[in-house]
């Protein structure tokens, strides 16, 4: 004897209709999660939370202190680099109290040094693997910071403000012109060309022999 059909035919499909349409949900999931989580997508205004409370708005902004004092390594090479704890204990062996953090934020510097275990910075700005990218080679050449990182010296905690995309590097590296200035202004955040600076540009794309290149082996070698 026959068992009787419960379900219509169609139903057989029902597994089958499960099992694409979860295929193609987990695919969405996926695209989404790389899409609008990477962090290509998340870097303007990325801003984490640092594990001292060091402001640079303090620090490079009202006492004036130059970024090169810290970032000593940006004219040289590649990194900017990070300062280790001996660059704040220049003033910090002396300077023990912050006016609004107390002593609890300087004696995690103090505990650092002694303890010769670095602080653990976040990183804020980082360029993938296979993009090669040199501080050297812009900041010598009259590109500011200002350009890339922007006012820094008035941001407590750092914040990035450009997306770093290849689209972004290729738009000066085709017109620098308007991002050139002398080479002693590049830690004066608020130097602003005085006229033009399309045509104030020009001048130091000949005094500096500013040619930057676009193609493919520039930036990824
Ligand atoms: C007294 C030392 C000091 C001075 C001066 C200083 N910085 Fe910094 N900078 C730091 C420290 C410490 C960090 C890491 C913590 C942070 O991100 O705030 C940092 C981080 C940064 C970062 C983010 C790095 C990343 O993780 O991507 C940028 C950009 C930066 N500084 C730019 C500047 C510029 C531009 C100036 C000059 C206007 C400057 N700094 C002056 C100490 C300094
Ligand atoms: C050239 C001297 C100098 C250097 C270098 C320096 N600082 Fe300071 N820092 C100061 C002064 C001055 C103050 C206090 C200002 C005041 O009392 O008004 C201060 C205050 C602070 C405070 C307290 C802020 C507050 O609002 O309470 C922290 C935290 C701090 N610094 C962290 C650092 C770190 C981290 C470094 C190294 C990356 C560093 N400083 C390097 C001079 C310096
Ligand atoms: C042409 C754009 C550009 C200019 C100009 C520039 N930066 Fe950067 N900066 C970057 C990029 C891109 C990164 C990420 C580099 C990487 O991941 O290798 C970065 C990273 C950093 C970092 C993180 C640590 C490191 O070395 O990677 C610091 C600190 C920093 N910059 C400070 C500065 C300071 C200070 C100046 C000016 C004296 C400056 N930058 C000028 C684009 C720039
Ligand atoms: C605001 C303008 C500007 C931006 C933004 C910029 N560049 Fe440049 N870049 C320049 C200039 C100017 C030079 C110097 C060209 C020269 O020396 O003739 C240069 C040179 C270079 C060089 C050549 C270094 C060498 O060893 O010859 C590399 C690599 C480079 N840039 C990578 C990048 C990357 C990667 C980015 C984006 C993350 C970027 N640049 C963003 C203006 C810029
Ligand atoms: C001025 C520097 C520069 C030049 C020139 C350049 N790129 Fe890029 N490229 C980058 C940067 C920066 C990224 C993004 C890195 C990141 O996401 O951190 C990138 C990303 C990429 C990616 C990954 C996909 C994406 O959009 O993130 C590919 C593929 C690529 N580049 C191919 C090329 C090819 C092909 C050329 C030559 C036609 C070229 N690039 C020229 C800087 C450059």
Known sequence: MKTPFVFPKWTNKVPAIFAVSFTLFACFAIFAIW???SPKNT???YQPIQPVAYSHKL????LGIDCRYCHFNVERG???GVPPTDVCMNCHNLITRGPTTGTAEISKIREAHESGVPIKWVRIHKLAEFAYFDHSAHVNKGVSC???HGRVDQMDEVRAVAPLSMGWCLECHRNPAPNLRDRK???NLAWKADGDPAELGKQFIEKYHVHPRTDCSTCHR
């Open 78 to 80: 590649r990194h900017a």
């Open 35 to 37: 899409y609008w989580a």
């Open 43 to 45: 870097t303007v205004g």
């Open 59 to 62: 620090h490079a902004g009202q």
């Open 146 to 148: 200002m350009v890339c």
């Open 185 to 187: 202004l590049i830690t």
